[in-house]
């Protein structure tokens, strides 16, 4: 979980931002959006193989 803590007179929008930049760094939305749906050990090897040629 990632987490940030704002500083005293700090805007939200900058903190947000913060907190994006640490959650990108960590790859926590990548690993998100791939297990958004389970895909099976065959189409993982086949989309893998298209995607190095």
């Given at each position: ?7 005293k007179?700090e ?10 930049k640490?959650m ?21 090897k086949?989309?893998?193989k298209?995607?190095?040629?």
């Amino acid at each position: 979980m990632s987490e940030i803590r704002m500083k005293k007179g700090e805007p939200v929008d900058r903190a947000l931002r913060r907190l994006k930049k640490k959650m990108d760094k960590e790859g926590t939305m990548k690993e998100l959006r791939n297990r958004r749906h389970y895909m099976k050990p065959s189409e993982a090897k086949r989309r893998k193989k298209r995607r190095t040629r």
